[in-house]
Nanobody, 116 residues
């Protein structure tokens, strides 16, 4: 059974940094993309970043956030710098169920709150 467990969220002032981690277990993750999404109160969940052979970022975070992974540890990271109050959201880790498929496995989320 695939499990994704996020950690590293918290409260930070605007301009600060946080590093989120997502530990994956239950199968091999080599070759599968992993990604980060977020959902703010009253809004739909939105894409933040994903990593596979290449990395992709949402326009709102490009240049401030960096996604990386440690394949040996089955862990993906999201380094978030220059945080803004509008980055406040629950951040979710996700991975594909099938190679090249949609993100169908999700973690429980970790809260990130950025104060002004």
């Amino acid at each position: 059974q695939v499990q994704l467990v996020e950690s590293g969220g918290g409260l930070v002032q605007a301009g600060g940094s946080l590093r989120l981690s997502c530990a994956a277990s239950g199968r091999t993750f080599s070759g599968y993309e992993m990604g980060w999404f977020r959902q703010a109160p009253g809004k739909e969940r939105e894409f933040v970043a994903r990593i596979g052979v290449m990395t992709y970022y949402a326009d709102l975070v490009r240049g401030r956030f960096t996604i990386s992974r440690d394949i040996a540890k089955n862990t993906v990271y999201l380094q978030m710098n220059s945080l803004k109050p509008e980055d406040t959201a629950v951040y979710y880790c996700a991975t594909q169920k099938r190679l090249g498929g949609a993100f169908e496995y999700w973690g429980q989320g970790t809260q990130v709150t950025v104060s002004s």
